[in-house]
């Protein structure tokens, strides 16, 4: 049974939000198993999600205005934020990379604060900047649906709480 509806605006962990186009059957090794078919909007491509699984795949809902604003102060709040900086990037980077995948936004925002908070202290690597930048896309694209705001006005926003950490091209 089906939870979505084609239409609807969802969230898939470590993609991003995208709309319901469609439910298909489709016939994979001879099973006949019904899929979403989920168009993310920030890469146009479509993502088939079984039905069955979605939920326990990570497909939800977009968050409440609610969670969207404390989303925001979470990430504005970074004075008591503790960051592992020292800590072997290979394992930082797994560590990461499974919390983009649980979907949840104040996990996806949790990363986000720490590689920008890290970004701040020292040169990020190749793998780290695009783990920071795949999960400022994530969570600015959720903010800016769920907000009805522009994603690059989001991001402006989220790095305009960083500011201050690091020095403008004028004091370098």
Same mark, same amino acid.
């Given at each position: 049974?089906?939870?979505?509806?084609?239409?609807?605006?969802?969230?898939?962990?470590?993609?991003?939000?995208?709309?319901?186009?469609?439910?298909?059957?489709?016939?994979?090794?001879?099973?006949?198993?019904?899929?979403?078919?989920?168009?993310?909007?920030?890469?146009?491509?479509?993502?088939?999600?079984?039905?069955?699984?979605?939920?326990?795949?990570?497909?939800?809902?977009?968050?409440?205005?609610?969670?969207?604003?404390?989303?925001?102060?979470?990430?504005?709040?970074?004075?008591?934020?503790?960051?592992?900086?020292?800590?072997?990037?290979?394992? *930082?980077?797994? #560590?990461?990379?499974?919390? @983009?995948?649980? /979907?949840? !936004?104040?996990? =996806?925002?949790?990363?986000?604060? +720490?590689?920008?908070?890290?970004?701040?202290?020292?040169?990020?690597?190749?793998?780290?900047? *695009?783990?920071? #930048?795949?999960?400022?896309? @994530?969570?600015? /694209?959720? !903010?800016?649906? =769920?907000?009805?705001?522009?994603? +690059?006005?989001?991001?402006?926003?989220?790095?305009?709480?960083?500011?201050?950490?690091?020095?403008?091209?004028? #004091?370098?």
């Amino acid at each position: 049974m089906a939870v979505f509806s084609p239409g609807q605006t969802v969230v898939y962990p470590a993609q991003g939000v995208g709309i319901i186009k469609s439910i298909e059957t489709q016939e994979l090794a001879g099973v006949s198993a019904e899929f979403y078919t989920v168009h993310i909007l920030s890469t146009g491509i479509n993502v088939l999600v079984p039905v069955k699984s979605a939920v326990n795949a990570g497909l939800r809902n977009l968050c409440s205005q609610e969670e969207a604003r404390k989303t925001l102060d979470n990430l504005k709040d970074y004075q008591s934020a503790q960051v592992h900086a020292g800590q072997n990037w290979n394992r *930082r980077q797994r #560590e990461y990379t499974e919390r @983009l995948k649980e /979907g949840k !936004l104040e996990t =996806v925002g949790g990363v986000l604060k +720490e590689l920008i908070l890290i970004s701040s202290r020292k040169e990020l690597s190749f793998g780290e900047k *695009r783990l920071l #930048e795949q999960a400022m896309s @994530l969570v600015a /694209g959720e !903010l800016a649906c =769920v907000l009805n705001k522009d994603e +690059e006005e989001i991001k402006e926003t989220i790095n305009s709480f960083y500011s201050d950490l690091f020095p403008s091209p004028a #004091e370098e």
